[in-house]
């Protein structure tokens, strides 16, 4: 028997994973799949199903097996941001693989599935302002307005115009503009009010054609001493300010086998921030405004002056020797290794502070 094109894809495929894939229209569904290798955490146990969607007729062909079968689903991006437990995940694990980038003007379409930092970097090479503090993050486009990703004083919620989704409620392709979004400090809608609702498919930024690159926040001015960078300076002293705190993927720095910033800073009252300081003799914390009542506290300070100090460990989880923010997988951690770690710095955080720290990643099977 011959076998061309689709034909010879599904034959190649299935001797390939044998008997642990199914074909769903153009949906290869395999059975069993380890996705500690698809996290820059690199822990969590196997994916009962798991399918890699590239393009829209594929994630809603995803969506109702899911539905037909009465499987849960999760949303897998590039993995930069999550916790997966040991035991894996009971459903579906479907990852957004559509790519695409298209450049028009000020404004950026860019599909769900493309790298964000060389992203970040083709828009850089475009004379185009908005994302230059962004450089290094890892991950998906698309995990981008879920988490409001944010470093080093923007956020991508000043540029994002629409983010186009498959919502599953209606079965229906739709592009939500900025406001419906909901953006606040690494929040949207789509991780809190409609977490399970939306699955973000592609986003469009707006853009500034030869813009000033944004030189907002501390350590950028300190490195600048008072300069004007161009967008290119900006993107090389983000990314070596990163890499010197290892909140850059390399494979050869174990301090970047992380989920990136494990915690979000808190944000309290001025009230309360002058109250802790009193009780605890502290002449003034380190601080960042939010608005006129409230103030946003470095959660890596707190960290550190609740006794978890650069290096510290805990089995074969610890923190990251060069920033106090990252929980990271010394070889060979666990899933429960690790979340055994940020309980205790939760817990160490309160009683001295009575704050609680909020984790930014996402967990799963948990």
């Known amino acids: 028997m011959a076998y061309c094109g689709e034909s010879w894809r599904k034959l190649r495929l299935s001797l390939l994973f044998g008997a642990n894939i199914n074909f769903v229209a153009n949906l290869n569904i395999q059975k069993e799949v380890l996705l500690a290798p698809f996290t820059t955490l690199g822990v969590g146990g196997p994916a009962k199903f798991y399918a890699a969607a590239t393009s829209e007729k594929e994630i809603e062909d995803a969506v109702k097996y899911a539905a037909d079968n009465s499987l849960e689903l999760f949303v897998l991006g590039g993995g930069s941001n999550i916790v997966i437990s040991d035991q894996g995940f009971d459903g579906l694990v479907l990852q957004v693989d559509l790519r695409g980038v298209k450049f028009s003007g000020d404004q950026v379409t860019v599909a769900a599935g493309e790298d964000w930092d060389t992203f970040v970097s083709q828009c850089i090479n475009g004379d185009l302002a908005g994302l230059e503090c962004l450089s290094g993050i890892p991950g998906f486009v698309g995990g981008t307005p879920v988490q409001n990703v944010g470093a080093y004083g923007q956020e991508v919620s000043e540029t994002i115009e629409t983010v186009r989704c498959f919502d599953r409620n209606t079965q229906e392709f739709v592009d939500l503009t900025n406001q419906e979004c909901g953006f606040s400090y690494r929040t949207s809608l789509f991780n809190s009010t409609h977490r399970e609702r939306y699955i973000v498919v592609s986003v469009t930024y707006l853009l500034n054609k030869k813009g000033s690159p944004k030189i ?18 900006t993107r090389d002293a983000v990314l070596k300010i990163r890499r010197a705190k290892s909140m850059v993927i390399d494979l050869n720095d174990p301090n970047s086998r992380s989920a990136g910033s494990f915690f979000k800073n808190p944000i309290i009252s001025k009230e309360t921030a002058i109250q802790i300081a ?44 060069n920033h106090s923010l990252a929980i990271i997988n010394l070889g060979g951690a666990s899933a429960s290794e690790i979340v055994a770690l940020k309980d205790v710095i939760q817990i160490g955080v309160k009683e001295k502070f009575d704050i609680s720290l909020t984790p930014e990643p996402i967990f799963v099977g948990f």
């Open 216 to 233: 907002e926040y501390k350590d950028l001015k300190e490195y600048f001493a008072g300069s004007v960078p161009s967008l290119g300076q």
């Open 278 to 321: 009193e009780r605890l003799g502290i002449e003034k914390m380190p601080q960042f405004p939010v608005d006129e009542d409230r103030i946003k506290i470095p959660a890596a300070w707190l960290i550190e002056q609740s006794g978890f100090k650069k290096g510290f460990r805990l089995g074969n989880a610890g923190i990251s020797a």
